[in-house]
Structures are given as C-alpha cells and as structure tokens.
C-alpha cells in the first residue's frame, strides 16, 4: 500500500468498508470453485481452486503440475545440442528467447563467445519471439475479458512476425537455431528489408490495440485498481519482467546486466508503471513491444558483417563447472543453471522460469477480488503453462 | 434416432445427414501446450480461418462438440481429465491428435511424467505429426476426416460400435501408417 496514490489508497478503503458493509447485511454461504485444468479462460491446463465467500474469494490456490513434462531430468540424458530442442518448449510462445541463455550458460563454461554478428542476429531474433509472445497476449487479453476481436487482430499480425522467424529459422514456433559458438545460418536474402516492413506493422498493431483495448473505456473500468501488486509484495514473491515493472520497479535485465548479447547497442527505454494494477501491467507490455520493434531496428541498421558461427569442436564437450546465466524473456527473469562434469550432456540443469513465480503471487493478490477479476487478473499476470510446470 | 440405429434409413438420405453432420463440426476449444497456439492459429486467425471449412470452433463445454482436437502433451496428471471430458461428449464424436506429444510422447520420449500418445486413452481418428504441426495440417487433418464422415455406416455409428478402439484404421496425415 505504500506506493499508492492517496486517491487510490482512498478507493481501496472505501472499497473494503463496502464489502464490510455488504457481508454484515447478507449472510453469505462459502463455496469451493474449481477453475480448470481445462478452462477456456485459462491459457493450458492451470487448475485454480478459490474458496468464495458470495462473490468474494477469500482463498486461492494455483494447482501446478498438469503440465508437468519433466525438462529437468530430460536434459540429463540429453547432449548439449539437443537440449535446445527441449528446452524451445518451455516458453511456447517465445521459444527463440528459451535457447538463449541456455546456450550462453554453455558457451561460458566453454569460454567461447559467438562472433559479434551472431550476437546481434541471437538479439534480433530474440526480440522478434518477444513481440510474437506479447502481441498474441494483448489479443488474448480481450478474450478474457469478453471482447473477442482483438484476438483475430493479434493472430493476423503474429502471423507477419512468425514469417521472419520462419524465414530465418526454418520453424515457425520451435526454432532451435541457437549452437554454441553462434548460429546455424546467416539471415536469408532480403531479411532486413522485410523485417522493416513488419515492425513498422507490428507499430501500427499496437496503436490498432491501443485504441481497440487499452483505451476501452470497458477495459480500464475492468482492469483499473484491480489486483494491485504494491512494489515491496512484488519483490518479496520474486516477480520479475513487465510484471515488476508495472509496480514500479525499474529493473530490466536487458539493461542491467553484462551478456554477449547486442542490448548494450542499442537504445531503448525501459518502460514502469507506478500503480501496479492489472491495467499497469497489460499497459506495459504494449510499451514494451512497441520498444521491441525499435531494437530491431535499430539492430538491423547496425548490423555488423562477418562470420556467424565460433570455432567449436565438432563433438561439443563442456569442461566441468557451474554456470548460471539469466536473460530478460518475455515474461520475465529466465535463467539455467548448468552443472556440468566434462561430459557430453550436463550433469543437471536447474531452470528458473518466470512464470512459476509470477504465478506464486496469485493467492496474495486473488485474496478479496470479486469472480470475474479473477480472470482478469490472471490474464493480466500472464504466464505459460509450459513455463510454469517446466 | 429409431430408424437410424435399425439400420432402415434410405442411403439418400443417410448421404445427406453425412454431409450435413460433416459441414457442421463442432470443435471443442481445448488447448494443452504448443500445439494449442497453432490450433489458435487455425480457428481464430483470419488467414486460416477454419470456418471456411464448416467447423465452429466455438463450444466451450464438450457436451455440445463432435470434435475434439487433443493439441499438445498430455501429462499423467492431466490424463483423467482427459478422459472426463471425452466421456462427456455425446455420441457421434470423433477425436483428432494433434502433435507428435498427442501422438506418441513426441521429445519426451522418455519423460516420467508424460503419457505416451493420447490413444492409450480416448481412440483417435486423425492423427496429425509435426511439433507443432503448422495449421495447414490441422486444416488437412479435418478436411480427411470430414471425408470419412461422409462415407460412414451412420446405424453402425449411432449404435456406438465404431467408437470402440481398434474398430478401423486411423489416417495419418500426409501418408504413412499407425505401427
């Protein structure tokens, strides 16, 4: 509550007398609702059971596990390059963005850094699965909350992004183009030209969902003051990406940290929100890919030639040690702690993803909300369940 | 339904009510992983735009789908759900895999915690490969099995005896054979 404005600080009290007030006069009988596994306002298989008091939750529980496919223990039978195939799956909306940091906890144990142009293509395209993630988030955003249209606008424009990654990658969804030591390919012939085209698309589909979504009077009615998120609550249950932001915190690993990857290059803003709220959330997200279609731009005008793979052995050996490299992903802080013993494939790896915390803070900030906010502020938390579950 | 599970309906009309009932599918909307995304892709987005096909991907309870699309991994844990809301739709209802992961485990092979094709569970009419397919396939997966429809026993149907496992062979899209 610290953070609040007064007038909000007002609203919410004001707010809480009213319920006050409410459950005095009527007597109200508690109920258990099981929200999923298999809900259509669910992204996956998120199993949410909520204790009601009238149309107040009094108690929230994510179920977890329904999507469990154990990434941990697999990568343990598994060469180094072939756990970028697995762990593309994690996060299936921005899976380019899953092999990076993967790659890059190997290639430090291997003390090799790939050659600066594959460095700035791994950023490229890092953005580009960041806007395909976030772009298809504010279109399902709308169906959560009853307004389907936007939904065939994200999918329409998504499919533009998908092209480019295709085009480069050859896989639309599942890339796996990242080797240790740099990249599979060069971009295709007229890569550059194209991906101009498309961002400035992409820009033109955040002002279409600016205008469509966020200006909604409907949304903001739905979303303003709901599920507030103050920054201290925020940092205590480890939320990272444009959930924290959107508490206020001004924390970006693109920014803040030193990787062999072209972010210092570029320049780019860091956008927060001071309120916290679910509209401060979505609000950030769509600031954040507009931002994106900047870096790319900006990356594609100083794009540097040269090779776009390292010198590696032909049979990858990782020496032993532990490394830990995190990356700012699209929804969130992603990280790979690799253990390795100078085998072929790592001893273990422990993956932190983003969403199993930002999930983690759902009974905190369900707690109090009325029924149809529940989904609004789920969808406004955004996670995936293949990131939740791993 | 009398006549039709006597078996004494004329083969004209039995054509028709196939046609119709193959031009009138409805989709459960059920995403488990990857694959749910491309499905989106297939059924919300206007460049695939599955509607054109004559399926309404819009039930949101299977007690009003003919179809299901099982589009992604499914866990041991999520298994009995599955099931569930299988059991829940009502006859005729037919089930398309979507996936390497619904089809045979796909990249987790060898995980703990995933079930081996979703046909050790519910049969399985279509199968789709890829990971994940792209929508065209889907697109194709439906258009084979509306194919089928057309040319089915509808008394055999409506009785419940197709629906039993191992009663016919499952197509593959894009050829080949379930081993």
Redesign the interface.
Known sequence: MTDLSERQQLSYIAGQAADARLNVELETEGMTLNIG??H?AT???LRIIVRLDGEQVVWAEPSC??????YE??TE?RTYPQVT??VN?ID??GSFANEVPFILAAEKLMEIEAPPRAQWIRTILFELSRIANIS?FLGDLGVQLGAVTP??FA??D??HVLNLIESVTGG???PNFDRIGGLKDDLPKGFVDETRRVMRKMRTYCDEIDDLLIGNEIFQARTRGVGIIPKDVALQYGLSGANLRASGVDWDLRRDQVVPMAWDDVDFKVWTHPDGDSFARCWVRLQETREATKIVDQLLDGLPAGPVMAKVPRIIKVPAGEAWVSTENPLGEMGYYVVSKGDLGPFRVKIRSASFNNISVAPWVLRGVYVPDVITILASLYFI??DIDR | MGLVDRGRMPGAIEKLMNLGRSYSMWVYQWGLACCAIEMGAAFASPRYDVMRLGVIPLPASPRQADLVVVSGTVTDKMAPAVLRLYDQMPEPKYVISMGSCANCGGPYWDSYSVTKGVDQLIPVDIYVPGCPPRPEALLEGIVLLQQRIKHEDMAAKWRGETTEPLRREPIVVGGGNVA
């Open positions: 596994p298999q259509p992204h996956g298989t596990g329904y999507m469990h496919r154990g223990k697999l039978v195939t697995l799956r299936w909306l298809l939904a065939f999918f329409r998504r499919e639309r969804f599942h369940l293949g």
